[in-house]
């Protein structure tokens, strides 16, 4: 019997109904003004490795040391995204194959912690990761967590708080590192405050790896035993993760990932991270960190001038938190009410939140992709108007009556998207 024809569609034939639901995606992340902090957009480059026929490869183990054949390939392409990892961020060894962000962290703690063994972090309602020690995760159930705020006094880290705890826990591992932490963080002093302890140090760039790599934030490699991060944020790799490390934990780490955590690699991933981390050795990468910085201070002036509140009354990376218990919004509703509007942000807790997690009293907006796609700080007044016309519109509505039909809702849209259509969104 012969063999049946080879039918391969392109996916707009083999399956529209999916197809209609990425291009409308596609559509709305080039019609809106997109501001959460841990997004980006990739590269064409990148989108383009991250669908290859890559996908198609078991690779267990490592390059040269795999449980499959076939690896002529694939091989040379995660030793090549190990040496710009390790090029990029001066480190001793990397180690690319993490899935992502949250199970690169569990991996650094499997290498490197025993279970029931305490560990400290910040907590999330101060800024750091679920995945530093809150209750609800992994790290929180199998370890012992001790969870390091900021002062009441100016929402900063509080070192003395963070030694304090340390000599008193003796951890086994300190996490330094945040989602939603708008200042410059004191890699050194940690690095102190763990010698002096007894603890390693873990720090996870996952939020500010673009930053870091760009050259205008400190770097945590000289000082920590362990820096992990995401590669889709600030980095605008394909979504995943990636361990760096001293190379005495080499051997502990390659262990933690394969086979302690994960399976096969992801290779179409591996290659995309490549991709990424070649793209971020350019000096246009450079310029854009810098101009991520530069865009982010003159949005919070803008802020500011329009009497928008910001925890600790600005930033020095990424991103700002928005303070809304003077306008008398929650941050649900307002985010709401702004997506609606074309400008994408989240709600976000903020330290010493008087709301609930659920329906916090902060919003986080990051200008990553704003920036991605051209807009300079001169553009950062509209952005900032756009932003107080959408919060005064959620403060005139009532929030359970309002719906997108709300009057003010469709005519900021046109203009959000008008504005932001001329700047072309990378990759799309
Ligand atoms: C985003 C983030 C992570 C988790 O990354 P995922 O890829 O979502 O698992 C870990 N740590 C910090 C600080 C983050 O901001």
Excluded at 67 to 88: C, H, S, T
Aim: proline residues 6%; contains cysteine; neutral net charge.
């Amino acid at each position: 019997m012969a063999g049946h024809a080879h039918h391969d569609p392109d996916l707009k034939t083999a399956d529209p109904e999916l197809f209609d639901l990425i291009e409308r995606e596609d559509a709305r992340q080039r019609d809106s003004i997109r501001l959460i902090a841990s997004e980006n957009y990739a590269s064409r480059a990148v989108l383009e490795a991250t669908g290859t026929s890559l996908t198609n490869k078991y690779a267990e183990g490592y390059p040269g040391r795999r449980y499959y054949e076939g690896m002529d390939f694939v091989d040379p392409i995660e030793r090549l995204a190990i040496k710009r990892a390790k090029q990029l961020f001066g480190a001793d060894h990397a180690n690319v194959q993490p899935y992502s962000g949250s199970p690169a962290n569990l991996a650094a703690l499997l290498a490197l912690c025993d279970p029931g063994d305490t560990i400290m972090g910040m907590s999330l309602p101060s800024g750091g990761h679920l995945t530093h020690g809150w209750k609800v995760s992994a790290t929180g159930i199998y370890y012992k967590a001790v969870q390091y705020g900021v002062r009441k006094s100016d929402r900063r880290l509080d070192l003395d708080q963070v030694r304090a705890l340390a000599l008193e826990h003796r951890p086994k591992l300190i996490w330094v590192g945040h989602s939603a932490y708008p200042r410059t963080v004191d890699f050194a002093a940690f690095a102190e405050i763990a010698k002096e302890s007894g603890a390693y140090l873990a720090a996870d760039i996952a939020h500010i790896a673009g930053l870091v790599a760009g050259g205008v934030h400190p770097s945590p490699v000289p000082h920590a035993d362990v820096v992990t991060t995401t590669t889709h944020k600030t980095l605008r790799g394909p979504r995943g993760g990636l361990i760096l490390c001293r190379k005495k934990h080499r051997k502990a780490i390659n262990k933690a990932v394969f086979p302690g955590l994960q399976g096969g690699p992801h290779n179409h991933s591996t290659a995309a991270k490549a991709v990424a981390f070649h793209e971020a050795m350019q000096p246009a990468f450079k310029t854009y960190a810098q101009q991520v910085v530069t865009n982010a201070k003159a949005l919070a002036e803008q802020l500011l001038a329009r009497g928008i509140t910001l925890v600790t009354g600005g930033t020095d990376n990424h991103l700002m938190l928005l303070d809304l218990t003077n306008r008398g919004l929650g941050g649900r509703h307002a985010a709401r009410v702004l997506n609606d509007c074309g400008v994408e942000l989240n709600a976000n807790s903020i330290p010493f939140d008087p709301r609930t997690p659920f329906d916090p009293s902060g919003l986080r907006v990051g200008v990553p992709s704003i920036t991605s796609r051209g807009l300079l700080a001169e553009h950062m007044a509209v952005v900032a108007g756009f932003i107080d016309e959408g919060l005064k519109g959620a403060a005139s509505v009532d929030t359970d009556g309002y719906t997108a039909e709300a009057d003010f809702v469709a005519p900021l849209r046109a203009r959000v998207q008008e504005f932001i259509g001329a700047f072309p969104a990378p990759g799309l």
